[in-house]
C-alpha cells in the first residue's frame, strides 16, 4: 500500500499543525510529520505501538 493511499489521521487536538499523522494498517503503525507528508516515516509493530501507548497513558 503507497503511503498515500493509508488512513492517515491527525490529532484533534493539534490546532497548530506542528504534529504527527499516524497511519493504522493490518501489519503496521505508520507515523510521519503533518509538515512533511513526503519525508521519512517511522514504522512500529502493532505490539510495539500498544506499548508505546500504554506507557503514555501511564504518565
Do not use: R
Given at each position: 500500500m503507497a503511503h498515500t493511499d493509508m488512513p492517515w489521521?491527525?490529532?484533534?487536538?493539534?490546532?497548530?499543525?506542528e504534529c504527527v499523522?499516524?497511519?493504522i494498517t493490518s501489519c503496521a503503525v505508520h507515523v510521519r510529520n503533518t509538515r512533511d507528508r513526503?519525508?521519512?516515516?517511522?514504522?512500529?509493530?502493532?505490539?510495539?505501538?500498544q506499548e508505546f501507548i500504554?506507557?503514555?497513558?501511564?504518565?
Open positions: 489521521k491527525k490529532s484533534s487536538k493539534s490546532a497548530s499543525g499523522e499516524v497511519a513526503q519525508g521519512p516515516m517511522l514504522i512500529f509493530s502493532p505490539a510495539d505501538w500504554d506507557e503514555i497513558k501511564k504518565a
